[in-house]
């Protein structure tokens, strides 16, 4: 097993990696465009991240960034139209995940 630092060429083989490995997360149901899209904002902003390699096959990935890392805001905002399109796919379905996330983005907000 090689250990190696990440290359932007990765990114489709940690999408892959994180929805084989992680099938039931939130994330994981966007699909794999949208994956490989998360995971490009936190290379781009040069955190640590490394994938473990066997026979020229990713086959595992760890990932770490600053506080205060802007990349999923980022993320968020250059993929809106995606996002939205795919939450009311899932809430259509009837993704439990989606729709407590809907509900918990449009719940007012109490005073504390």
Do not use: W
């Amino acid at each position: 097993m090689l250990i190696r630092i990440a290359k932007s060429l990765d990114l489709k083989q940690i999408a892959d990696v994180h929805i084989q490995c992680f099938k039931g997360t939130f994330i994981a149901s966007f699909g794999h465009y949208l994956v490989t899209k998360y995971y490009e904002e936190f290379f781009n902003e040069a955190p640590l991240f490394v994938v473990a390699e066997e026979e020229n096959k990713i086959v595992g990935f760890c990932m770490g960034y600053k506080s205060g890392s802007k990349a999923r805001s980022i993320f968020i905002r250059k993929n809106r139209l995606r996002l939205i399109i795919k939450m009311l796919s899932l809430c259509l379905s009837l993704n439990r995940m989606a729709i407590s996330k809907c509900f918990n983005m449009i719940k007012p907000k109490r005073k504390v």
